[in-house]
DNA sequence: CTCCTCGCGTTATATTATATTGATCATCAG
DNA sequence: CTGATGATCAATATAATATAACGCGAGGAG
């Protein structure tokens, strides 16, 4: 993980949301799309006052609200992920967006997204584990819940700073 | 789940947290004892100021730090959990202290207890699968991480409010 | 054009959390 | 008993996070 951005990664995850967007019919508009950009830039989650501070610099009038409600439909349309323990906003690089953009749901099949959150670099890895994702559904269903969306937060430490072989 | 509390499990949990402090030698003071029933009177979580008012009710004197500190111990002690989406606190109603009291360690194997949100009625099940965890485990494993807690809350429709037979 | 919706700006406010400092109290050595 | 020590708690101030309320202006539908 160590905490560094892939810009090519961002950049293709830009393409994919503007296309995401675009069959949905949501507008992801300059301001919405800077956002994420400032988002998918980033190798650690971002606060949302963090991102007021990035967004300020090229867009001087920004205001809470302002980033608030850009996360809210980044967030909706799960462009972003955001990350309960922190209080803070990662981008989404799973294909989720992608594969499931055109066939037309919404997203109504559970989904599962895992972050790993590493304490020392904190850095955030996305995975989507099916074994997870079966067993929360399955754990559920024997409560008699009938589950919706699950937050799934892992702390530890990263394969880096773990300092396991790469 | 039905947003109801049982006064009974709270008194049960009240005394398995005296004992489990007593038997650590961790001081659960009146002022801490009274927020932890407070916790555990109530079906859906309570949030930091909320658990204020009410303490306030019984003991004016009770400022922020009050509360926060009450809730640094319950949580360290195990006795309350924090549920990260709601910024709000549960009475910790399985087994664990219990268990884990007596054999002297800090809980150093990990722990995943797994919080089922209902959206409807607000109430909170706390469960522990051992699936949930194992599944969890192996796939952070097989990303080279390594996990010191997890946190996993699920949002949905608990038995009642969902419809379900009983 | 007029109405309507939506994105956005702006101000104010609410909620959650931490920092700092001083007061209180139990314990225990001398 | 006296005073030192350490833990707990109180009170205030401040920081960090989030939302409410109101209005303006662009752009599409009728």
Redesign the pocket.
């Known amino acids: 993980m160590a905490a560094e951005a892939d810009a090519r990664d961002g950049e293709a995850a830009l393409e994919r949301a503007e296309q995401h967007c675009a069959a949905r019919g ?2 992801l ?4 799309r800077q956002v994420l950009g400032l988002i998918l830039d980033s190798p650690v989650p971002l ?4 991102l007021l501070d990035r967004l300020k610099t090229t ?1 001087p ?6 980033v ?3 996360l ?2 980044l967030t909706e349309h799960r462009l972003v992920h955001r990350i309960e323990r922190l ?2 906003f990662i981008g989404c690089r799973v294909g989720c967006s992608d594969a499931c953009a055109d066939h037309g749901h919404e997203h109504d099949h559970a989904h599962a997204a895992q972050f790993l959150i590493c304490g020392s670099c904190g850095g955030v890895e996305e995975i989507e584990d099916a074994g997870v994702g079966s067993a929360l559904a399955a754990a559920s269903r024997r409560a008699g819940f009938r589950p919706a969306h699950a937050t799934v937060e892992v702390e530890g430490l990263c394969r880096g700073c773990a300092g396991l072989p790469g």
């Open positions: 949501a507008k508009t300059a301001l919405r606060g949302a006052y963090t867009h009038g920004a205001a809470p609200p302002t608030y409600r850009a809210e439909f209080n803070a």
